[in-house]
């Protein structure tokens, strides 16, 4: 099970964000991510030791922390996720 916790939050694969199950487990929304992220930090020890030692800026890591980056595709690649489309559901056909 995919699982990890930030900001008193947990990032279970099998439920969304308001423990409703998925249509499809495998999808991660970006906070998903972020979620992800700080655990692998979590586990590194700090945000700097994990930046340091996937080859990121201390600032980089933090700016993807407070919004102001996105997850880079090399960083995903590092905590284990990739980008990709998706199709999801808008409403109602023709709304």
Known sequence: MLEAKHMGRTVDATENYRGRARRDPALLTDDDVICLLAAACEKAGS??????????????VNYVFSGQRKVSDRMAEKIGVRRAPAWTWRGRAGT
């Open 47 to 60: 945000r700097a030791n994990w930046a340091k030692a996937n080859g990121f800026t201390v600032t980089f």
